[in-house]
C-alpha cells in the first residue's frame, strides 16, 4: 500500500502565497509521476501540476508563472509552491501517486486539502 499525507492548505487572502506539501509512504518501488490536481465547488477535478521520475514538469496553463512543483526524491515528498494566489484558485487539493509499488502498479490519492482565497 502506498499513502499519500498532504499538508499545507489553508485561508488566505488574494496575492499570497501557500505552499504545499505531499508524502508518499509505504510500498514504493518506482514513482512513474506525482502531482497536483484540485476540485473546486461544482467543478470536475483538474490537473494543476505533474512532475516525473526525470524532473520533467508539466502545468496547467491557468498556473503557469504563478505555480512550481518540485519533489524531494529522497523523502518521497512532492511540493507545490503557490504565488499570487488568485480567489479562482480555491480548490481542494489533492495529490496524486502513479508508479510501481509492491501490489503492482497503482495510481493513489490523498485526502485533499482545502485552500481558500478570498479578501
Known amino acids: 500500500q502506498v499513502q499519500l499525507v498532504e499538508s499545507g492548505g489553508g485561508l488566505v487572502q488574494p496575492g499570497a502565497s501557500l505552499r504545499l506539501s505531499c508524502a508518499a509512504s509505504g510500498s514504493i518501488f518506482s514513482m512513474t509521476a506525482m502531482g497536483w490536481y484540485r476540485q473546486a465547488p461544482g467543478k470536475e477535478r483538474e490537473l494543476v501540476a505533474t512532475?516525473?521520475?526525470?524532473?520533467?514538469?508539466n502545468y496547467a496553463d491557468s498556473v503557469k508563472g504563478r505555480f512550481t512543483i518540485s519533489r524531494d526524491s529522497a523523502k518521497n515528498t512532492v511540493f507545490l509552491q503557490m504565488n499570487s494566489l488568485k480567489p479562482e484558485d480555491t480548490a481542494v487539493y489533492y495529490c496524486n501517486y502513479k508508479g510501481l509499488t509492491g501490489h503492482g502498479w497503482r495510481d493513489v490519492w490523498g485526502q485533499g486539502t482545502l485552500v481558500t482565497v478570498s479578501s
Open positions: 512532475i516525473n521520475g526525470f524532473d520533467s514538469t
